[in-house]
């Protein structure tokens, strides 16, 4: 059995794309598989168990302390081959790699532009650090083995295997969707990280042109957005479970199956950052047979329409959204209609399983 050994010092243990995706799709192929990350205790699964990396504390200690932590925790797993999530392991994964081990590199984002959106960081030094780290990350990629989550890294990495960020399609029993009560009124869904950059304004502002309707952000958001998203608008129809806590995936499935939603919204501003990206969001909301209205971003509008499973409108219209809402509402039979056709193309083409065998036929390349 070849042993491998996942790490992230960022993200949640149960992430998404980690867990839930990559490392039970190699546990369930045979591989043993560990994963380094922050959490409480180690935990055991068949074939896969969580080594439970101590909280480093603040931003700083995390990248320095923690990092190397990370990597003497790795080393001693005596592993095969290692598979890292963060741009700030890549010194550990250098380390592994001068230690005559396999090591794969797992581009989760765009960290050229990603960088540009730190809003921690004053505005002055974000294009500074940004092409540092480009010209870093650049020159060390090339020591590693390249999995990319978006199709569009291939332009800084030619030599990355691109594996989507597609959702794994929902085993739900037959009439479970079609079973979901339809509210009183238009209900609007957001899933994933509630920040700035990803829309939490232009779905919290949805509100001022549409007096009856809710608005729900369920994921992570920081407590001093929370307020400032909340005293901007009507706090007893802008509904945000996540502030300052993790949202686990089972908790947001729960939120798709509950009712038949208006809309599952993705109406990200405009910058290089979000221009590119095919959102994680779309395909889940497209999986549990929920219309779409999203930015109308090509990539995104290529798949929208492509598919017929929603709407695309300028994210910077609040007016063009709220009727984008407006029309999905006083149209039931059309809405529903694109919800299935969204699920159906989410059931043939956008899903985990399309990129499970991509994945292993990957690792079958190096180990």
């Known amino acids: 059995m070849h042993k491998v050994v996942h790490i992230t010092t960022v993200h949640n243990p149960f992430d998404n794309r980690i867990f839930h995706r990559e490392c ?7 591989y043993e598989v560990v994963l380094l990350a922050e959490h409480s205790s180690d935990e055991s699964h068949e074939n896969l168990s969580i080594r439970a990396l101590p909280s480093a504390g603040g931003r700083l200690a995390r990248m320095s302390f923690g990092v190397w932590r990370a990597f003497r925790m790795a080393f001693a797993e005596r592993a095969e081959l290692y598979h890292f999530h963060d741009p700030e392991l890549i010194p550990a994964g250098l380390l592994l790699r001068l230690l005559g081990k396999r090591v794969i590199y797992d581009i989760h984002e765009d960290n050229l532009t990603a960088i540009r959106q730190r809003e921690y960081l004053p505005a002055w030094l974000r294009g500074l650090i940004a092409k540092t780290f480009a010209l870093t990350e650049t020159g060390a990629s090339y020591f590693f083995h390249l999995i990319l989550a978006e199709r569009y ?10 594996i989507l960020n597609y959702a794994r399609f929902p085993q739900l029993h037959e009439g479970q969707l079609a079973e ?4 009183e009124h238009p209900r609007l869904i957001y899933t994933g990280n509630v920040k700035a950059y990803r829309g939490a304004h232009h779905h919290a502002n949805l509100l001022h042109h549409l007096p009856d309707a809710e608005v729900f952000l369920v994921g992570r958001c920081d407590a001093h957005l929370a307020a400032e998203l909340q005293s901007a608008a009507d706090p007893t129809r802008l509904h945000i479970e ?3 806590s993790y949202i686990p995936h089972e908790r947001i499935v729960e939120y798709y199956l509950r009712e038949r939603w208006t809309a599952g919204l993705a109406l990200f501003p405009p910058n290089q950052h979000t221009l590119h990206k095919e959102l994680t969001k779309l395909f889940e909301y497209m999986a549990y047979g929920i219309p779409v209205i999203c930015a109308n971003f090509p990539n995104l509008r290529e798949i929208v329409e492509t598919t017929g499973c929603g709407l695309c409108v300028d994210p910077e219209d609040g007016e063009a959204a709220a009727e984008a809402v407006r029309y999905l509402w006083e149209h039931p039979e059309e809405a529903q209609q694109m919800g299935e056709r969204g699920r159906k193309a989410a059931r043939k083409t956008y899903n985990w399983e399309t990129q499970a065998d991509k994945l292993l036929a990957f690792y079958a390349g190096i180990v």
Not at 24 to 30: E, I, Q
Not at 153 to 162: D, I, N
């Open 24 to 30: 039970k799709t190699l546990a369930a192929a045979g």
């Open 153 to 162: 890294y291939a332009e800084r990495f030619p030599h990355g295997e691109t």
């Open 180 to 183: 979901r009560p339809r509210p």
């Open 242 to 244: 996540g502030i300052g």
